[in-house]
DNA sequence: TGTATGATCGCCT
DNA sequence: GGCGATCATACAG
């Protein structure tokens, strides 16, 4: 079963949990996920439609990407129906394709950095502002979704980075993960 | 193991 | 002019 993007963010974010997303072959398992919509401060689509959040106000099923502290990028899932601004910021994965590549991308050899964090994952897979409001359904992106049997434990907690409604626990991660950007507390 | 700091882009006030 | 949905490095204890 394919994943419903149109869904709420959290739900999306949750569901995340243990699918799996691919650029051009190299990628891995999602274990880190946080949801944003448009009612939260937090959120890039918060205060309305910019040309940089263009993509979260878009269809679902497509990357929102921006530059983050002017270095960085990240990469997130829009949902929601059209025009809620809502989406899905990836923040880890546990590597399982094209890791030797990720190694050239990153310069790094330890497996648990190559991809824990939004601004590393970006870099391990290539992902620029040339993804932005792309299908993730098409090439050169794949995205897996978990299996319905899959036995996975997801646990909730606060977001990292943000300094708006810190209190909400819209922060998901594969429990016991040794390849999160921060341990659960 | 932790705290501090610089890099540097786009949006906002 | 200020501030991030960050990360790597430098230093202290």
Request: hydrophobic content about 40%.
């Given at each position: 079963?394919?994943?419903?993007?149109?869904?709420?963010?959290?739900?999306?974010?949750?569901?995340?949990?243990?699918?799996?997303?691919?650029?051009d072959?190299?990628?891995?398992?999602i274990?880190?996920?946080?949801?944003?919509?448009?009612?939260?401060?937090?959120?890039?689509?918060?205060?309305?439609h910019?040309?940089?959040?263009?993509?979260?106000?878009?269809?679902?099923?497509?990357?929102?990407?921006?530059?983050?502290?002017?270095?960085?990028?990240?990469?997130?899932?829009?949902?929601?129906?059209?025009?809620?601004?809502?989406?899905?910021?990836?923040?880890?994965?546990?590597?399982?394709?094209g890791?030797?590549?990720?190694?050239?991308?990153?310069?790094?050899?330890?497996?648990?950095?190559?991809c824990?964090?939004?601004?590393?994952?970006?870099?391990?897979?290539?992902?620029?502002?040339?993804?932005?409001?792309?299908?993730?359904?098409?090439?050169?992106?794949?995205?897996v979704?978990?299996?319905?049997?899959?036995?996975?434990?997801?646990?909730?907690?606060?977001?990292?980075?943000?300094?708006?409604?810190?209190?909400l626990?819209?922060?998901?991660?594969?429990?016991?993960?040794?390849?999160?950007?921060?341990?659960?507390?």
């Open positions: 079963m394919p994943i419903d993007f149109s869904a709420p963010s959290l739900v999306v974010a949750r569901a995340l949990i243990g699918a799996s997303v691919f650029v072959g190299v990628g891995g398992t274990v880190e996920t946080e949801a944003y919509d448009q009612t939260d401060p937090a959120s890039h689509s918060h205060a309305g910019t040309a940089r959040n263009a993509a979260m106000f878009g269809p679902p099923g497509r990357a929102y990407i921006y530059r983050s502290y002017g270095i960085h990028w990240c990469m997130n899932f829009v949902c929601e129906p059209e025009g809620h601004g809502a989406g899905v910021l990836i923040r880890a994965l546990e590597p399982t394709a890791i030797e590549r990720m190694r050239e991308r990153r310069g790094l050899d330890a497996l648990t950095l190559l824990s964090g939004p601004g590393r994952l970006c870099q391990a897979l290539a992902v620029t502002h040339e993804l932005d409001g792309m299908r993730l359904d098409r090439k050169p992106f794949r995205v979704a978990r299996r319905p049997d899959a036995a996975v434990t997801v646990q909730a907690g606060v977001r990292i980075g943000i300094s708006k409604s810190r209190e626990p819209w922060r998901f991660v594969l429990a016991g993960s040794r390849y999160l950007s921060k341990p659960m507390r």
